[in-house]
């Protein structure tokens, strides 16, 4: 995982949430019928396991809408300057990747600066990237509890005027399965040919 900035409370708050992602992943290891992935494997973690959203067309929506597909769930900000567009338009390249398997895959962008980014912005940056994909929302005080339950760190830095901050938040997507189970955590940066091959092997062993 990394961080907008590189600033030092926020790497010790992301380590944390490592931390928990790590034990997870050791649990699925202990299973030896695990499938190998190149992400780290959490099948089995205990959060992330549903949310309450709303899109950027105005639609609450829930895992439960996105059943029969792999699910990629990334939170940024639309004024990210740096990991959010490129995780998005990794998301993209994998999505090509598929082939024919493209259309089993639904990119999911959830923002963790709901105050600036209303749904006509988060329309508009979804369509700069795949007009499938889809940005969700809620209120401030949901968010962070949100972000809590996914072991998701977000925090403002202040910037020059009261509405040009910036946001440290974690890194990487999660990746759920086609009957909507959290399966995988992609570090940011990850190939997306080999998170293209995470998601062939979902697909192969789907029941």
């Known amino acids: 995982m990394i961080t907008c900035l590189n ?20 649990l699925a290891a202990c299973d030896q019928d695990a499938l ?7 099948t089995g973690a205990s959060y992330g396991r549903d949310f ?36 998005m338009t ?5 999505k090509q990747l598929l082939g024919p398997d493209g259309d089993k895959l639904q990119g999911l ?4 600066d709901p105050e600036r980014d ?19 929302y809620t209120t401030p005080e949901k968010t962070a509890a949100l972000a809590k339950d996914f072991k998701v760190y977000f925090k403002k830095v202040p910037g020059p005027a009261p509405t040009s901050y910036t946001v440290d938040h974690t ?15 992609t570090r940011y940066g990850t190939a997306p ?13 789907a029941t």
């Open 7 to 26: 600033k030092r409370s926020a790497l010790q708050k992301i380590a944390t949430s490592a931390i928990f992602i790590w034990a997870a992943s050791q």
């Open 193 to 205: 040919e080999k998170t293209a091959a995470d998601i062939h092997l979902l697909l192969k062993n």
């Open 52 to 87: 309450a959203l709303t899109d950027h067309n105005g639609q609450p929506r829930t895992l439960a809408d996105f059943r029969g597909k792999i699910v990629m769930v990334f939170f940024g900000y639309t004024q990210c300057p740096d990991v959010c567009p490129t995780s």
């Open 171 to 185: 890194a990487g997507s999660y990746v759920y399965d086609t009957q909507g189970k959290l399966r995988l955590f």
């Open 90 to 94: 990794e998301m993209v390249a994998i």
């Open 118 to 136: 209303q749904p006509e912005m988060l329309k508009a940056y979804m369509a700069a990237f795949d007009p499938s994909f889809l940005a969700l």
């Open 36 to 42: 190998k992935f190149t992400a780290i494997n959490i």
């Open 109 to 112: 962008f959830v923002t963790v």
